[in-house]
């Protein structure tokens, strides 16, 4: 089993060498999705806005016409007034010459606020608009220097981890299996240790333990942390 184990040692010394550019490399693509998703909200918010500025110049088109049928208006009921023949005829174009005021008049306030309501919504729409191209910008470089670094810490990481394959044929494969297995809960799984201390979670090994540890006829794992422990003497020359 010593060779066995001292494969074991190797191999996980370089696993764990490796581990800060594995972290690395699993969180670029996690920061770039997130960057791409505040985009993608971006964009929609830009839209919904673009949308509602949209709305409001229509009913601007709208409230507008119907202001220049009430002017209209307007004028025919002060012809009707300036044509009257009789007291009643007048009578009758002068309250039509009232309410064509009175709705020109709630038409203007109405198109008054409308115009501010565009003013407002065009300003926050300019703004949105350089916060998305912004976003892009970010986004975009993100991207080029993620696959730089990238493309650094494969390069880095295959250095690393070269002649890790053959280290790997050495050790039999449910040993493997068990170190995998450990490796995606904790860190550092295999340990060296050199008295009766598990260096992994520095409780006391029980002393039978560290006899047979010392032996070498079999994998051990630490019984508090479940680490793989191995002896000094194992390993050394
Ligand atoms: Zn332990």
Do not use: W
């Amino acid at each position: 089993m010593r060779e066995e184990l001292l494969a074991l040692a190797k191999l996980a010394e370089m696993d764990d060498s490796a581990r800060d550019i594995d972290a690395e490399l699993k969180q670029i693509p996690q920061s770039l999705e997130e960057l791409r998703d505040s985009v993608q909200m971006l964009e929609t918010m830009l839209a919904q806005e673009r949308q509602q500025l949209e709305e409001a110049e229509q009913l601007k088109v709208q409230q507008g016409s119907e202001l220049k049928e009430r002017n209209e208006g307007l004028q025919r009921a002060r012809k009707k007034v300036a044509q009257a023949t009789s007291i009643r005829e007048a009578d009758a174009g002068e309250r039509e010459v009232d309410a064509n005021r009175r709705s020109i008049k709630e038409r203007e306030e109405e198109l008054g606020r409308i115009g501010q309501a565009i003013e407002a919504k065009a300003a926050s729409l300019a703004e949105r608009e350089k916060d998305f191209e912004e976003a892009k910008g970010v986004l975009r470089s993100q991207e080029e220097s993620s696959k730089t670094r990238i493309a650094e810490l494969e390069e880095q990481r295959s250095k690393m981890l070269s002649g890790r394959d053959d280290l790997a044929a050495k050790v039999p494969k449910s040993v493997i299996k068990r170190y995998d297995r450990l490796k995606t809960g904790i860190s550092n799984v295999v340990i060296i240790i050199n008295g009766g201390t598990c260096t992994g979670c520095r409780m006391a090994l029980p002393p039978q333990l560290t006899i047979e540890l010392q032996r070498a006829n079999e994998l051990h794992q630490c019984p508090h942390c479940r680490r793989i422990i191995i002896h000094k003497n194992v390993i050394a020359d």
